[in-house]
Antibody, heavy 121, light 107 residues
Framework: QVQLQESGPGLVKPSETLSLTCSVS????????WSWIRQSPGKGLEWIGY???????TYNPSLKTRVTMSIDASKNQLSLKLVSMTAADTALYYC???????????????WGQGAQVTVSS | DVQMTQSPSSLSASVGDRVTITCRAS??????LNWYQQKPGKAPNLLIY???SLQSGVPLRFSGSRSGTDFTLTISSLQPEDFATYFC?????????FGQGTVVEIK
């Protein structure tokens, strides 16, 4: 059974950088689009971007200038960095496995439990 | 960005009711529409992908359909475990976007 587990600081100061890690167990990193998605009462579910296992990335243009995603395949881990954090970035951050099936459809079939991140001084 | 508008935002229903949730895309997204169920304190869980394909393990009372840019999730006979929030999501073009959610509550 594939499991994803996010980890990172629950509290970040304004203007600082958020660093989150997602550990993947029960399956391989290979072959999938690994996404970060956040959820907040004000914005709902917002897709941040994905990193394909082979290296390519696609980010949401609304966050593109502040986001970096990476994969450490040797550790089966994904990472998210979001710089210049503000209160608007306060949210529950999920990592999710993205699949492109034989029909060409993309969807998220496994999600982590989420990591709450609050931006406050 | 493709805007996904769900209706209603919430509904009250009883066990055994037939429930329909609609999601409208702001442009053509072909068949690239997924549905997720989220229960309190849990991550979203994939129900349906590609408009109408049921994810493995999802009960047959869930179904999806499309008419142009309007998409529908139907629960044929609501069960106690179905009380949750439902989200649609388009994967036609990035940035992938979600609807705002529909809360299904117990009447």
């Amino acid at each position: 059974q594939v499991q994803l587990q996010e980890s990172g600081p629950g509290l970040v100061k304004p203007s600082e950088t958020l660093s989150l890690t997602c550990s993947v167990s029960g399956g391989s990193i290979n072959g999938y689009f690994w996404s970060w998605i956040r959820q907040s009462p004000g914005k709902g579910l917002e897709w941040i971007g994905y990193k394909y296992y082979s290296g390519s990335t696609t980010y949401n243009p609304s966050l593109k200038t502040r986001v970096t995603m990476s994969i450490d395949a040797s550790k089966n881990q994904l990472s998210l960095k979001l710089v210049s954090m503000t209160a608007a970035d306060t949210a529950l951050y999920y990592c999710a496995r993205g699949v492109r099936n034989d029909g060409g459809f993309y969807f998220f079939d496994y999600w982590g439990q989420g990591a709450q991140v609050t931006v406050s001084s | 960005d493709v805007q996904m508008t769900q209706s209603p935002s919430s509904l009250s229903a009883s066990v055994g009711d037939r429930v329909t949730i609609t999601c409208r895309a702001s442009q053509n997204i072909d068949m690239f529409l997924n549905w997720y169920q989220q229960k309190p304190g849990k991550a979203p869980n994939l129900l349906i992908y590609g408009v109408a394909s049921l994810q493995s393990g999802v009960p047959l009372r869930f179904s999806g359909s499309r008419s142009g840019t309007d998409f529908t999730l139907t629960i044929s006979s609501l069960q106690p475990e179905d009380f949750a929030t439902y989200f649609c999501q388009q994967s036609y073009t990035t940035p992938w976007t979600f609807g705002q959610g529909t809360v299904v509550e117990i009447k």
